[in-house]
C-alpha cells in the first residue's frame, strides 16, 4: 500500500506572495485536481513551507528568485525537443540536458507560485516529448558494442538521469494538466520511457552497477507517480522480483560497510543522486521501509564518505576520475541536504556554505534557515580507513590528514579494483598540501561532452595508459601493469590492510598483495608525520618486492610542479626523445633524462604552483637508475595532457626495498622576489628491519635526527610494548608505532 500526501490548493498562494512576488494567481486559470502530487523529493508540506519563506530575506528567497530569474529567461526561448542525432557535448545531446533540467526548475517554481506558465511551459515540453519517443529507434550514436544504448541520448544511462529529473517535473505540475493531457503524456512518454529501461533493458536494469541505480531510480520513481506499485517492486527487486538485483541489492553491494563505493570517489558523487533521490522518494511514500535506516544507514554514510574523500573542495581522482569534480557537485548538494533534512547534523552546513547552493527543496529550506541563523559547525576531515567490498574485507582506501601549516592528505590505495572503472594501481598514493596536489594520479583520459574529443567519451588512452600501472604511483614488474591488465582478474583480486594507526604526531598504514603478479609480493607502509621541534611534515615510504625470480622493479612518482634540483648528475636528451617502452603505458612517456647516484642519498627538488619547494629523498643503492618522463609520447590527437614523472628502477633482482621520504620546505613568492628554505634539511636516510620492526632514521642538518619505529606485528594491539637499541642506544614504544627526536 502507497502512502500518499494530498495537497489541496484553494488559492494556491496568498495573495500577499503574489504580490510580493509579481506573478498572477492561477486561481482564475486551469481548474486544478485535488490530487495526489508532488509525492517524491518535494511534498505538500515542503510546498507549503516554500510557499512562506519566499516573503522572508535570506538565503532561501535569494535561491528562489536567482532560480526564478533563469527561468523566466529559458521561457522566451522557444520549445526545442530535437530528433536526436549527437553523442556526448552535442547539441542535441545537451538540449536533451537542458530540457529536463527547466522542466524541473519550472515544476519547483510552479509549485511555489502557482504561476500557470510553469506549469504551461512543462506541459508543452512534455507532450512535445510524447509525440517524438514513440518514433525513436535507438540513438544514432550507440556504440555498436554496448549492451546499453538509449534512444534520447547515446546510452540508456543519460535516460536514466533524464527520466528521473523528467518525472519529478510531471509529478510537480500533475495538478495542473487536464485528464487527456496527462494520458497523453503517460502512454505517449512516461510509460514507454519506464518500459524501455526496464524490460526492454533487462541487462543494465537488473544490473549491480551505478547505470542499474539509475535506472531503478528513474522507473522507480515513475511508479510512484503513476501508482504503478509492480514498477516500484521491481525498480526494489529487480525485475523477477527476486533481490538479486534492484535498488535494495544495489545499496546491500555497491557500499561498503564505511559507506566507500567500490568504483572510487568519482563515480560515489555520480551514484549519490539516484540514491540519495529515489530514497527520499521512498521515505515520503512509504516511510515504514525506513530506507535511510537500512543497513546500518548506509546511505548517510555514504554522503558523509563522499566528503570525506575530497581535499580543498575536489575529490581524490581515483580510477575513471575527472580531477575538476569537487564538494559543490549537484549530486553532493542534493546528497548533504537530504542528509541534513535527516540528521540536523550542523557539520553538514560548513559544507553547504561550501557548496553555495540552495536547492528549492524542503530540505533545501532547512539548510537555508540553519546557515542564516549561524547553526554550522567546523565539517571533520578526519585519518580515516574507508573499507572496500559489501562486505568491508576487500582491502580499503586509506586517508590520512594532518594540519602542519595547512591542510595535509596522503592517500594510500590497497583498495580493490572498482570494476570497469578500476585502475592497475594496487598500493598506489597521493599527496595534497598547501590546498595543491603535489603527489599526482592522471585520473581518466576523457574530455567530459567535448563532442571532438571522440564524442565525450573515454579516449582511447584511458585503455592504454590512464587506467596503467605506470600511470600511477606504485611498483611495476617487467613494465607490466598488475594483472597482465586483465580486469575480470583484477576484480577477483584485492590487496590486505595490514594495519591502519592515527595520532597527532603520526599517521601509518600498511598494506600487501600477492595476485598483482605471479609469484611476486608487493607490500607498502606509508606514513605522515610531524616533527612538532620543527612544526614541519614528512611522508615516510617503505615499499618492499619480494620475487621468485629476477625481475625489473619500477616505482614511478607523477609529481606537480617544475624540476628545480637533483644532487645527481643528469644525462638530458635535449635534441632527441624516444618513448621508455612500447606497451603498458611505457609507449606514452617520453624519456626526457636519466641518472645513476652513487650508493647513499639521491634527492630530487620540485617547486609546485603553491608557492613551496618539495623534495624526494631516496636510500639509492649505486644499481637504481633514475628515468624522468614526460607524458605524450604516441599521442597523435594529442589527448593526454602534459605531465611529470621520476621512475626509480632496480634491475635482475627478486628482492628489494624502496625507501624514500617526501619533505616539504621553503617558499617562493615572486611577486615580493624572495625565496626562503630552497633546500631540503634532509642528508642522510637509513632503514633497519629487525623481524616485524621497521626502524627508518632521517638525518637534518640541524644535526639532529627524526626515527621512526613502527611494529609491523600485525596481530600486535595498540597495547603492545617494543624495545629495541638504535645506535647503541635503547628505545621503548607501546602501540603500533612512535616518533623519536634524537639530538646528537
Same mark, same amino acid.
Given at each position: 500500500?502507497?502512502?500518499?500526501?494530498?495537497?489541496?490548493?484553494?488559492?494556491?498562494?496568498?495573495?500577499?506572495?503574489?504580490?510580493?512576488?509579481?506573478?498572477?494567481?492561477?486561481?482564475?486559470?486551469?481548474? +486544478?485536481?485535488?490530487?495526489?502530487?508532488?509525492? #517524491? &523529493?518535494?511534498?505538500?508540506?515542503?510546498?507549503?513551507?516554500?510557499?512562506?519563506?519566499?516573503?522572508?530575506?535570506?538565503?532561501?528567497?535569494?535561491?528562489?528568485?536567482?532560480?526564478?530569474?533563469?527561468?523566466?529567461?529559458?521561457?522566451?526561448?522557444?520549445?526545442? &525537443?530535437?530528433?536526436?542525432?549527437? @553523442?556526448?557535448?552535442?547539441?542535441?545531446?545537451?538540449?536533451?540536458?537542458?530540457?529536463?533540467?527547466?522542466?524541473?526548475?519550472?515544476?519547483?517554481?510552479?509549485?511555489?507560485?502557482?504561476?500557470?506558465?510553469?506549469?504551461?511551459?512543462?506541459?508543452?515540453?512534455?507532450?512535445?516529448?510524447?509525440?517524438?519517443?514513440?518514433? #525513436?529507434?535507438?540513438?544514432?550514436?550507440?556504440?555498436?558494442?554496448?549492451? $546499453?544504448?538509449?534512444?534520447?541520448?547515446?546510452?540508456?544511462?543519460?535516460?536514466?538521469?533524464?527520466?528521473?529529473?523528467?518525472?519529478?517535473?510531471?509529478?510537480?505540475?500533475?495538478?495542473?494538466?487536464?485528464?487527456?493531457?496527462?494520458?497523453?503524456?503517460?502512454?505517449?512518454?512516461?510509460?514507454?520511457?519506464?518500459?524501455?529501461?526496464?524490460?526492454?533493458?533487462?541487462?543494465?536494469? $537488473?544490473?549491480?552497477?551505478?547505470?542499474?541505480?539509475? #535506472?531503478?531510480?528513474?522507473?522507480?520513481?515513475?511508479?510512484?507517480?503513476?501508482?504503478?506499485?509492480?514498477?516500484?517492486?521491481?525498480?526494489?527487486?529487480?525485475?523477477?522480483?527476486?533481490?538479486?538485483?534492484?535498488?535494495?541489492?544495489?545499496?546491500?553491494?555497491?557500499?561498503?560497510?564505511?559507506?566507500?563505493?567500490?568504483?572510487?570517489?568519482?563515480?560515489?558523487?555520480?551514484?549519490?543522486?539516484?540514491?540519495?533521490?529515489?530514497?527520499?522518494?521512498?521515505?515520503?511514500?512509504?516511510?515504514?521501509?525506513?530506507?535511510?535506516?537500512?543497513?546500518?544507514?548506509? +546511505?548517510?554514510?555514504?554522503?558523509?564518505?563522499?566528503?570525506? #574523500?575530497?581535499?580543498?573542495?575536489?575529490?581524490?581522482?581515483?580510477?575513471?576520475?575527472?580531477? !575538476?569534480?569537487?564538494?559543490?557537485?549537484?549530486?553532493?548538494?542534493?546528497?548533504? =541536504?537530504?542528509?541534513?533534512?535527516?540528521?540536523?547534523?550542523?557539520?553538514?552546513?560548513?559544507?553547504?556554505?561550501?557548496?553555495?547552493?540552495?536547492?528549492?527543496?524542503?530540505?533545501?529550506?532547512?539548510?537555508?534557515? =540553519?546557515?542564516?541563523?549561524?547553526?554550522?559547525?567546523?565539517?571533520?576531515?578526519?585519518?580515516? &580507513?574507508?573499507?572496500?567490498?559489501?562486505?568491508?574485507?576487500?582491502?580499503?582506501?586509506?586517508?590520512?590528514?594532518?594540519?602542519?601549516?595547512?591542510?595535509?592528505?596522503?592517500?594510500?590505495?590497497?583498495?580493490?579494483?572498482?570494476?570497469?572503472?578500476?585502475?592497475?594501481?594496487?598500493?598506489?598514493?597521493?599527496?595534497?598540501?598547501?590546498?595543491?596536489?603535489?603527489?599526482?594520479?592522471?585520473?581518466? @583520459?576523457?574530455?567530459?561532452?567535448?563532442?571532438?574529443?571522440?564524442?565525450?567519451?573515454?579516449?582511447?588512452?584511458?585503455?592504454?595508459?590512464?587506467?596503467?600501472?605506470?600511470?600511477?604511483?606504485?611498483?611495476?614488474?617487467?613494465?607490466?601493469?598488475?594483472?597482465?591488465?586483465?580486469?575480470?582478474?583484477?576484480?577477483?583480486?584485492?590487496?590486505?590492510?595490514? %594495519? %591502519?594507526?592515527?595520532?597527532?604526531?603520526?599517521?601509518?598504514?600498511?598494506?600487501?598483495?600477492?595476485?598483482?603478479?605471479?609469484?611476486?609480493?608487493?607490500?607498502?607502509?606509508?606514513?605522515?608525520?610531524?616533527?612538532?621541534?620543527?612544526?614541519?611534515?614528512?611522508?615516510?615510504?617503505?615499499?618492499?618486492?619480494?620475487?621468485?625470480?629476477?625481475?625489473?622493479?619500477?616505482?614511478?612518482?607523477?609529481?606537480?610542479?617544475?624540476?628545480?634540483?637533483? $644532487?645527481?648528475?643528469?644525462?638530458?636528451?635535449?635534441?632527441?626523445?624516444? =618513448?621508455?617502452?612500447?606497451?603498458?603505458?611505457?609507449?606514452?612517456?617520453? +624519456?626526457?633524462?636519466?641518472?645513476?647516484?652513487?650508493?647513499?642519498?639521491?634527492?630530487?627538488?620540485?617547486? $609546485?604552483?603553491?608557492?613551496? %619547494?618539495?623534495?624526494? !629523498?631516496?636510500?639509492?643503492?649505486?644499481?637504481?637508475?633514475?628515468?624522468?618522463?614526460?607524458?605524450?609520447?604516441?599521442?597523435?590527437?594529442?589527448?593526454?595532457?602534459?605531465?611529470?614523472?621520476?621512475?626509480?628502477?632496480?634491475?635482475?633482482?627478486? @628482492?628489494?626495498?624502496?625507501?624514500?621520504?617526501?619533505?616539504?620546505?621553503?617558499?617562493?613568492?615572486?611577486?615580493?622576489?624572495?625565496?626562503?628554505?630552497?633546500?631540503?634539511? &634532509?642528508?642522510?636516510?637509513?632503514?633497519?628491519?629487525?623481524?616485524?620492526?621497521?626502524?627508518?632514521?632521517?638525518?637534518?642538518?640541524?644535526?639532529?635526527?627524526?626515527?621512526? @619505529?613502527?611494529?609491523?606485528?600485525?596481530?600486535?594491539?595498540?597495547?603492545? !610494548?617494543?624495545?629495541?637499541?638504535?645506535?647503541?642506544?635503547?628505545?621503548?614504544?607501546?602501540?603500533?608505532?612512535?616518533?623519536?627526536?634524537?639530538?646528537?
Amino acid at each position: 500500500m502507497f502512502l500518499h500526501h494530498t495537497h489541496k490548493k484553494a488559492n494556491l498562494v496568498s495573495a500577499a506572495i503574489a504580490l510580493a512576488l509579481g506573478v498572477s494567481s492561477i486561481g482564475s486559470a486551469t481548474p +486544478l485536481f485535488a490530487a495526489t502530487h508532488p509525492n #517524491l &523529493v518535494i511534498n505538500a508540506g515542503d510546498v507549503d513551507a516554500m510557499q512562506g519563506a519566499v516573503n522572508t530575506p535570506g538565503r532561501f528567497r535569494n535561491a528562489f528568485l536567482a532560480s526564478k530569474k533563469s527561468v523566466d529567461e529559458s521561457l522566451q526561448v522557444p520549445v526545442a &525537443v530535437p530528433v536526436p542525432l549527437d @553523442a556526448g557535448g552535442g547539441y542535441t545531446h545537451e538540449q536533451h540536458k537542458n530540457n529536463y533540467q527547466l522542466m524541473y526548475s519550472a515544476g519547483v517554481l510552479y509549485q511555489i507560485t502557482g504561476d500557470a506558465k510553469y506549469a504551461e511551459r512543462v506541459r508543452d515540453m512534455l507532450i512535445a516529448y510524447s509525440e517524438l519517443y514513440p518514433t #525513436l529507434p535507438l540513438h544514432p550514436k550507440r556504440r555498436p558494442d554496448a549492451d $546499453n544504448p538509449g534512444k534520447l541520448f547515446w546510452q540508456s544511462l543519460n535516460e536514466a538521469v533524464w527520466l528521473v529529473y523528467t518525472i519529478q517535473a510531471y509529478d510537480l505540475v500533475r495538478t495542473a494538466l487536464t485528464d487527456s493531457e496527462a494520458e497523453k503524456i503517460e502512454q505517449g512518454l512516461l510509460r514507454p520511457v519506464a518500459r524501455f529501461l526496464s524490460i526492454e533493458s533487462p541487462e543494465t536494469f $537488473n544490473k549491480v552497477h551505478n547505470h542499474g541505480t539509475w #535506472l531503478t531510480a528513474g522507473v522507480g520513481m515513475t511508479g510512484y507517480v503513476l501508482d504503478e506499485q509492480e514498477l516500484v517492486e521491481q525498480s526494489l527487486l529487480d525485475l523477477e522480483k527476486s533481490g538479486k538485483g534492484g535498488f535494495l541489492q544495489q545499496l546491500n553491494t555497491l557500499f561498503s560497510p564505511d559507506g566507500y563505493y567500490n568504483e572510487g570517489p568519482y563515480y560515489q558523487r555520480y551514484a549519490l543522486m539516484p540514491f540519495v533521490t529515489f530514497a527520499k522518494a521512498i521515505d515520503n511514500n512509504e516511510p515504514e521501509r525506513e530506507i535511510f535506516s537500512y543497513r546500518d544507514g548506509a +546511505l548517510l554514510k555514504a554522503i558523509d564518505t563522499s566528503i570525506q #574523500l575530497s581535499y580543498n573542495g575536489l575529490f581524490f581522482p581515483i580510477n575513471d576520475a575527472i580531477k !575538476s569534480k569537487g564538494i559543490d557537485t549537484s549530486e553532493l548538494v542534493q546528497g548533504v =541536504a537530504i542528509a541534513y533534512g535527516k540528521t540536523g547534523n550542523p557539520q553538514l552546513l560548513d559544507i553547504a556554505q561550501k557548496q553555495q547552493q540552495i536547492l528549492l527543496t524542503g530540505d533545501g529550506l532547512k539548510v537555508a534557515q =540553519a546557515l542564516d541563523a549561524g547553526e554550522k559547525r567546523a565539517y571533520d576531515f578526519r585519518s580515516a &580507513v574507508f573499507r572496500d567490498g559489501k562486505d568491508g574485507d576487500e582491502g580499503a582506501l586509506v586517508v590520512m590528514r594532518q594540519k602542519i601549516g595547512s591542510d595535509q592528505a596522503l592517500v594510500f590505495k590497497p583498495a580493490a579494483q572498482g570494476m570497469g572503472h578500476g585502475h592497475f594501481d594496487k598500493l598506489s598514493w597521493q599527496f595534497y598540501d598547501h590546498g595543491s596536489e603535489i603527489v599526482t594520479d592522471y585520473g581518466s @583520459a576523457r574530455f567530459l561532452n567535448v563532442e571532438a574529443k571522440h564524442g565525450g567519451r573515454y579516449l582511447p588512452e584511458n585503455e592504454t595508459y590512464a587506467k596503467q600501472t605506470v600511470a600511477h604511483n606504485t611498483v611495476v614488474i617487467d613494465e607490466t601493469s598488475h594483472f597482465n591488465s586483465d580486469l575480470k582478474i583484477g576484480n577477483s583480486n584485492h590487496p590486505e590492510l595490514l %594495519f %591502519f594507526h592515527a595520532d597527532d604526531q603520526i599517521k601509518i598504514s600498511s598494506a600487501s598483495i600477492d595476485s598483482a603478479y605471479p609469484g611476486v609480493t608487493l607490500t607498502r607502509t606509508m606514513a605522515l608525520v610531524n616533527d612538532t621541534d620543527s612544526s614541519s611534515t614528512f611522508v615516510i615510504d617503505l615499499f618492499d618486492v619480494q620475487a621468485n625470480n629476477n625481475r625489473r622493479l619500477d616505482l614511478p612518482l607523477h609529481y606537480n610542479g617544475q624540476l628545480v634540483d637533483t $644532487n645527481f648528475k643528469l644525462h638530458s636528451y635535449t635534441d632527441r626523445i624516444s =618513448a621508455l617502452g612500447k606497451n603498458n603505458g611505457y609507449q606514452h612517456l617520453w +624519456l626526457k633524462a636519466r641518472g645513476k647516484p652513487d650508493a647513499g642519498l639521491a634527492q630530487i627538488t620540485w617547486l $609546485n604552483d603553491n608557492g613551496r %619547494f618539495y623534495t624526494h !629523498s631516496t636510500i639509492a643503492d649505486g644499481r637504481t637508475e633514475l628515468l624522468f618522463t614526460e607524458l605524450g609520447a604516441n599521442d597523435p590527437e594529442f589527448n593526454l595532457r602534459s605531465e611529470k614523472a621520476f621512475i626509480a628502477r632496480h634491475d635482475k633482482t627478486n @628482492a628489494h626495498t624502496f625507501v624514500s621520504v617526501l619533505e616539504p620546505h621553503g617558499e617562493y613568492n615572486p611577486s615580493r622576489e624572495f625565496t626562503l628554505e630552497a633546500e631540503s634539511r &634532509v642528508i642522510g636516510l637509513s632503514h633497519e628491519r629487525e623481524g616485524k620492526l621497521e626502524l627508518v632514521a632521517i638525518d637534518l642538518k640541524s644535526g639532529n635526527s627524526l626515527l621512526l @619505529a613502527i611494529n609491523g606485528d600485525v596481530s600486535a594491539t595498540e597495547n603492545a !610494548s617494543t624495545s629495541f637499541t638504535f645506535r647503541d642506544k635503547p628505545y621503548q614504544f607501546i602501540g603500533r608505532g612512535q616518533l623519536f627526536s634524537i639530538n646528537d
